[in-house]
Every structure is written in structure tokens, then in C-alpha cells.
């Protein structure tokens, strides 16, 4: 069984700044884990892509928080991290931890959200 837990969401001020993490853990079969990434969804839209980290370490951003959000990765402890900057009302939603995890087969799996509202 595979879980992705994800921590660090809260309320923060326009400006303000905000650090993300998941950790993925697997019982049973060893794993290796392609892709790690982060996704969100505001109320009344689809669930966008922000950022994701290949295992090989390139990086993609949603241009929408290019130059304001980091993601990192640490392979040695299974980790993902976005570290959010210059955080604007317009990023408030629902982030999702995402990774390609190959076990006997290779599937996507999904944290279960944490909420990020910016607001003064």
C-alpha cells in the first residue's frame, strides 16, 4: 500500500510565504519513484498542474508561479517539497501531492490534500 502524506498548508497573509511537503512510503514490494509533483484545485475549477521534478532532477512550473514557487526533491527520503514565495490570493486552493511510483506496475498516486488560503 502506498501513501503520500502530505504537511505545512495553512493561512497566510498576500506576500507571504508557505512550505509544502510530502513524504511517499510503500508497504510490501520495493518502489522507485519517477515523477514527483504538486497539483491544486480552487473552488469551481479543474485540478492544475503547479510544479513537478522528474527522478533525474528537471523541474516544470505552471507559469503562473515561475520565479515565486521552488519544488525540491529528496530521493534518499522520498520527499517532495514546494516552498511558495510572493504568495498571491489567486494561489488559494487545494494542493495535492502527486507521484509515478513504479511497484510491479507504474500508477499514480495522490496525497489527500492540504489547503493554502492567502488572505489578508
Known amino acids: 500500500q502506498v501513501q503520500l502524506v502530505e504537511s505545512g498548508g495553512g493561512l497566510v497573509q498576500p506576500g507571504g510565504s508557505l512550505r509544502l511537503s510530502c513524504s511517499v512510503s510503500?508497504?510490501?514490494?520495493?518502489?522507485?519513484?519517477?515523477?514527483m509533483g504538486w497539483y491544486r484545485q480552487a473552488p469551481g475549477k479543474q485540478r492544475e498542474l503547479v510544479a513537478i521534478?522528474?527522478?533525474?532532477?528537471?523541474?516544470n512550473y505552471a507559469n503562473s508561479v515561475k520565479g515565486r514557487f521552488t519544488i525540491s526533491r529528496d530521493n534518499a527520503k522520498n520527499l517532495v517539497n514546494l516552498q511558495m514565495n510572493s504568495l498571491k490570493p489567486e494561489d488559494t486552493a487545494v494542493y495535492y501531492c502527486?507521484?509515478?511510483?513504479?511497484?510491479?506496475?507504474?500508477?499514480?498516486?495522490w496525497g489527500q490534500g492540504t489547503q493554502v488560503t492567502v488572505s489578508s
Open positions: 502527486h507521484a509515478n511510483i513504479r511497484r510491479s506496475l507504474i500508477a499514480d498516486y
Open positions: 510503500a508497504s510490501g514490494i520495493a518502489f522507485s519513484i519517477n515523477a
Open positions: 521534478t522528474t527522478s533525474g532532477g528537471i523541474s
